[in-house]
Nanobody, 114 residues
Framework: QVQLVESGGGLVQAGGSLRLSCSVS????????MNWYRQTPGKQREFVAH???????NYADSVKGRFTISRDNAVNTVDLQMNSLKPEDTAVYYC????????WGQGTRVTVSS
C-alpha cells in the first residue's frame, strides 16, 4: 500500500521561504512521476510542479523561478523548495505519486501573510 505524508507547511511572511517534503512508503520516488498540487477553498486543485523518473521538471507559470522540486532517492522523498512566497501561494499543498493507480497525501497547509 502506497502512503504519502507531506510536512513542512506553516505560516510565513511574504517574501519568505518554506520547504515542503513528501515522504513516500510502499513505492519508489525514483521510478514514478511525482507532483505537487495545491488547493484553496472553493477552487479546484491546481498543478504546481512535476518531476519525472528521469529528472525532468516542469512548473506552473505562477511558481516558475520561485519554486524548485527535487527528489532524494536515498530517503524516498520529494521536496518543494518555495522562495519569494506571495500571499496568493496560500493553500493546502498535496503530493501526488503516479504509483499504481495514483496516490495522494493528506496535504500540508501553507499560509503566506502580507
Amino acid at each position: 500500500q502506497v502512503q504519502l505524508v507531506e510536512s513542512g507547511g506553516g505560516l510565513v511572511q511574504a517574501g519568505g521561504s518554506l520547504r515542503l517534503s513528501c515522504s513516500v512508503s510502499g513505492s519508489s520516488v525514483s521510478t514514478n512521476a511525482m507532483n505537487w498540487y495545491r488547493q484553496t477553498p472553493g477552487k479546484q486543485r491546481e498543478f504546481v510542479a512535476h518531476i519525472s523518473p528521469g529528472g525532468f521538471t516542469n512548473y506552473a507559470d505562477s511558481v516558475k523561478g520561485r519554486f524548485t522540486i527535487s527528489r532524494d532517492n536515498a530517503v524516498n522523498t520529494v521536496d518543494l523548495q518555495m522562495n519569494s512566497l506571495k500571499p496568493e501561494d496560500t493553500a493546502v499543498y498535496y503530493c501526488f505519486c503516479t504509483c499504481g493507480q495514483g496516490s495522494w497525501g493528506q496535504g500540508t497547509r501553507v499560509t503566506v501573510s502580507s
